[in-house]
């Protein structure tokens, strides 16, 4: 374990996230937003509501932003899907540390000369130091930063995928889904609830458990929460019904990551993905949608995992598997009815400069 490696198991604890956010947002209107009422506690975003106290409200504008987001989380993965589903690459640039870190921060070692090419860093440290000198806790991603300072404007992930959706909707490409229809928001806001404490944070708290009470608790509570998700996914094709929506991004990025290393490195082994049919089913036809599995680098993700958490994988040794040809078999979800985009469309192409390098995904 080198000097600056970051701990991740407290013996003899629970796992317990830490949730508190740069909660700054990117509005269309900031004076609007500074006169709504200031919204409830929430791990997973709000709508129709103002700032949180001292946040601040930021001008959404082309060009001017960079979301900075690890292939390899599962919380960073989630706002690149949804910027390329809603057509965002032009409005907002992207910038992809490697998979590595230490306790110190991200880095952009896979950028030539190990800088981001458009923020100059070699850390996405400098950019939360350079707009918070003092700023005391880790330096996650995603985080976007503003290009001209330099300085990280927010990395409050659960909300930056909202805001994408509301707040820049002039930059939205023709045909692009609406991620949160309101006809299905009051049934989305408890899925998407479930989804996040007892699957996206659940796996992290079976892998991060510090004493074995701790983790049976989690895996109970995991393996509920995936038996409800067979179950519903039985009969309904997407989560919320005939098209993809918010909550099969937030879930998607749990899933595709389930068998290359939660089920192994995170001890989340009753069973693989693979061996629970309208779960791996379902997962395959959000793979195959363009916009999910084209934002997906496995190679990455097995690195950060493997070889970041040293203190459960003190070798630092990156498993081979699994096969990732099954990806790509028929889903035969189309029995459902439906269609991943209903009246809208897919995304084109990836842009040259985001796609996944050559043999880092099946698709590629």
């Known amino acids: 374990m080198t000097e600056f490696a970051a701990s991740y198991v407290n013996a003899g604890e629970s796992f317990e996230r830490d949730t508190n956010y740069i909660e700054d947002r990117i509005v269309q209107d900031p004076v609007a937003v500074r006169a709504l009422p200031a919204p409830p506690e929430s791990k997973i975003g709000t709508l129709g509501f103002g700032l949180s106290a001292g946040a601040q409200a930021w001008p959404v504008e082309s060009g001017r ?125 408890p899925i998407i609830t479930r989804v996040f404490t007892e699957l996206n944070n659940g796996v992290y708290r079976c892998g991060f458990a510090g004493s074995q009470d701790a983790y049976d608790a989690a895996y109970a509570r995991l393996w509920e929460a995936m038996d409800w998700l067979e179950e519903r996914l039985a009969t309904h094709r997407f989560l919320l019904g005939p098209v993809i929506t918010e909550a099969d991004v937030r879930l998607f990025t749990t899933l595709v990551r389930f068998d290359p290393v939660y089920h192994g490195h995170f001890k989340t082994n009753r069973n693989k993905l693979t061996e629970m049919p309208h779960l791996w089913a379902y997962a395959r036809e959000l793979f195959q949608t363009p916009g999910f599995g084209d934002t997906v680098d496995f190679v ?37 009815g439906g269609s991943p985009f209903g009246d809208g469309s897919a995304p084109g192409p990836v842009p040259a400069v985001d796609r996944v390098l050559a043999g880092h995904s099946p698709l590629v």
């Open 65 to 189: 932003y960079r979301l900075v987001a690890a292939p390899a989380c599962p919380w960073a993965n989630r706002t690149v899907i949804v910027r390329r589903l809603l057509g965002l690459e032009e409005a907002i640039s992207l910038g992809r540390p490697g998979p590595i870190h230490d306790a110190r921060s991200w880095t952009f070692d896979v950028d030539p000369g190990g800088v981001d090419p458009v923020l100059g860093t070699e850390r996405l440290q400098q950019n939360y130091f350079k707009r918070f000198p003092d700023y005391p806790r880790g330096i996650t991603v995603p985080a976007i930063v503003d290009i001209k300072t330099g300085g990280v404007v927010t990395n409050n992930y659960p909300q930056i995928t909202l805001d994408l959706s509301t707040e820049w909707r002039e930059f939205h490409r023709e045909g692009a889904p609406d991620l949160l229809p309101k006809e299905h928001l009051d049934e989305m806001w």
């Open 300 to 336: 990455q993700i097995k690195q950060h995992y493997y070889g970041t958490h040293l203190d459960i994988n003190p070798t630092g040794i990156v498993p081979a598997g699994p096969d990732l040809a099954g990806w790509l078999e028929p889903h035969g979800r189309e029995r459902l």
